[in-house]
């Protein structure tokens, strides 16, 4: 089935949620409302026409002051069986910044979505195992933010960590096998 048609078919059956349908070359992407986002991921995954039975991938994206919703979570999917593929997209509110997560539908969006809330903030509802995978547990702020700060004003203090990562590292050299 051609993305064009699976677009098509997911607009038919889910019409009220379905924002826009794209096409860039071969690549069609459906923007839908969050708030159907299980379901919809569901009918994808279980239908036996679809049957979406691998997360390529899930990111985050910030389009800070060019689009209506700030974020948007993108969704990569992949029919090994059917050997097709669709790319589903959510607009994600900043004030509500937050989507049900599809773990539960797909195992491996589990670091996926942990990896999207430490870079963008965007949290994933019903996340088996919510906590930060990249950054640090007392890091502040989601680096690719496009307002998170390109240079602090901490001086030395901004290099702390990876100060006491060279002198551990320099400790334990006598350690080393050679």
């Not at 809330?117 to 547990?137: A, E, K, Q, V």
Request: proline residues 4%; contains cysteine.
């Amino acid at each position: 089935m051609t993305p064009r048609a699976i677009a098509e078919l997911i607009q038919s059956k889910f019409k009220p949620e379905v924002a826009e349908i794209t096409e860039f070359g071969d690549q069609v992407s459906v923007l839908v409302n969050k708030t159907r986002i299980l379901e919809i991921m569901s009918f994808l995954r279980n239908s036996s026409e679809l049957y979406f039975d691998y997360l390529t991938d899930l990111c985050g994206v910030d389009y800070q002051g060019r689009k209506n919703e700030r974020f948007e979570v993108v969704y990569h999917l992949r029919s090994i069986l059917h050997n097709h593929c669709i790319r589903i997209k959510a607009a994600i509110p900043e004030k509500d910044c937050k989507i049900d997560s599809v773990v539960r539908i797909w195992a491996g969006a589990n670091w996926h979505e942990r990896e999207c809330f430490d870079m963008y903030g965007i949290s994933f509802t019903g996340h088996p195992d919510f906590r930060r995978i990249l950054m640090p547990d007392d890091w502040e702020g989601h680096p690719l933010r496009k307002d998170y700060p390109l240079k602090s004003d901490l001086g030395e203090a901004e290099w702390k960590g990876f100060k006491e990562v060279l002198e551990t590292v320099e400790r334990n050299k006598k350690y080393e096998v050679r």
